[in-house]
Nanobody
Framework: QVQLVESGGGLVQSGASLTLTCTAS????????MGWFRQAPGTERELIAV????????YVADSVKDRFTISKNNALATGYLQMNSLKPEDTAVYYC???????????????????WGQGTQVTVSS
């Protein structure tokens, strides 16, 4: 069992930066991958980025890869999503998720992730 707690969302102006954090607790996290998703009202949950916790290999969606960065701190069991140059269309609830059954190349869909954080709202005003 893994518990995920997110923080760092908020209301910012267009062009600003935010860093979301996701801290894992429970089982040893070394065999897991952590993903970040977002969901705007009326849309499907969208994968933003995934990181393999032991190898550090990453995937970032093309839609955000020039602005968003995924990283981790093993000692703190914490993952980060650094978001730069935020746009109003980035407004959504952002979720972190974790799973240890698949490599990150297979972790593209929400239904592949077992554990989820509570979500944090990011609102970008124009």
């Amino acid at each position: 069992q893994v518990q995920l707690v997110e923080s760092g969302g908020g209301l910012v102006q267009s062009g600003a930066s935010l860093t979301l954090t996701c801290t894992a607790s429970g089982d040893s996290f070394s065999d897991y991958a952590m993903g970040w998703f977002r969901q705007a009202p009326g849309t499907e949950r969208e994968l933003i980025a995934v990181i393999d916790w032991s190898r550090g290999s990453k995937y970032v969606a093309d839609s955000v890869k020039d602005r968003f960065t995924i990283s981790k701190n093993n000692a703190l069991a914490t993952g980060y999503l650094q978001m730069n140059s935020l746009k109003p269309e980035d407004t959504a609830v952002y979720y972190c998720a974790a799973d240890n059954r698949y490599g990150i190349s297979l972790l593209r869909s929400p239904n592949r992730f077992t554990y989820w954080g509570q979500g944090t709202q990011v609102t970008v005003s124009s």
